[in-house]
């Protein structure tokens, strides 16, 4: 690629996240001053706190924000623990169904939640885990698209790796934890990147599994916020960048795997 194109490649591409980070900047921009000042360009002088202050104040928005860390937390961790050993099993292992539950797993992908969360709402009901947290985070510990990018992730890995980790003595266990599952860091981090934004971004499932005041997460209660406090703009991007912040900097902090790990999976099918 000559000089002339890659400038116009990196022109193009600086022009693209300029764009996409114009949101994310209007947000912080704003929550940083008065309602009077919404929609103008001034002095960074008039920049405050108060609209943090205020949200803090009138909010238990530390209460929304740990509730939300619990279960993002709970749900990141189960995704990677339990899609990496599906995976591994369906790449690997060899028992009667193997390919019938792989199909089963790509038939979930196909389905919408919209058409399960009903069904769901009723078990959960059944269970008493309506307006709980373990309503919204059991369920939710593994995701079909996390173990089909396993899957292909360790389709990549060679065999001759389990073979001499068997002619040292290793158990199939052992392999897994001690062979297999160090050389997935790629596959861990685009897990837990899209399981960590999925999980804290989500308005559906606790909006309709939540409703107690107390119990919402951080993205429920800041609609709450929204709806009631519609004509203070500035309030409610103060709780925007609250929410945007965390994924940006997980994202910012594993972005060197992100990549590595989408292209690993889909290598070898």
């Known amino acids: 690629m000559n000089a002339t194109r890659k400038g116009l490649l990196y022109l193009l591409l600086t022009g ?34 108060e609209n943090y202050r205020l949200l803090f104040e009138s909010y238990p928005v ?13 749900i990141v961790i189960g995704n990677i623990i339990i899609d990496c050993m599906a995976g591994y099993a369906l790449s690997r292992l060899q028992f009667p169904g193997r390919n019938a539950i792989f199909v089963a797993v790509l038939a979930t992908m ?50 001759e790796l389990e073979e001499a980790a068997r002619v040292d003595g290793l158990s199939r266990e052992g392999i897994f ?13 685009s897990i837990a990147i899209f399981s960590f934004s999925g999980t804290w971004n989500s308005y559906l499932i606790p909006a309709t599994f939540l409703a107690s005041r107390e119990n919402y997460t951080l993205v429920v209660g800041l609609k709450t916020v929204k709806d009631l406090m519609f004509e203070r703009m500035n309030l409610t991007l103060a709780g925007v960048v609250l929410l945007s912040l965390p994924i940006l900097i997980v994202f910012l902090l594993l972005q060197r795997h992100f990549v590595e790990g989408i292209a690993a999976s889909g290598i070898k099918g």
Not at 29 to 49: A, C, E, G, K, N
Not at 111 to 134: E, S
């Open 110 to 159: 196909m389905i919408p939640y919209q058409f399960i969360i009903t069904p769901v709402y009723i078990q959960l009901a059944d269970l008493g885990w309506i307006d709980t947290m373990y309503g919204i985070t059991v369920p939710f510990l593994f995701n079909s698209l996390y173990i089909f990018m396993a899957r292909q992730f360790f389709l990549t890995i060679p065999k």
């Open 16 to 49: 693209l996240a300029m764009l996409f980070i114009l949101p994310f900047a209007y947000s912080l921009y704003y929550s940083l001053l008065p309602l009077q000042f919404i929609d103008r360009i001034v002095s960074v002088r008039h920049f405050t706190l």
């Open 62 to 74: 530390l209460r929304w924000f740990g509730n939300t860390v619990v279960n993002t937390f709970c």
């Open 177 to 189: 934890f001690r062979i297999m599952l160090p050389l997935t860091k790629p596959l861990i981090t």
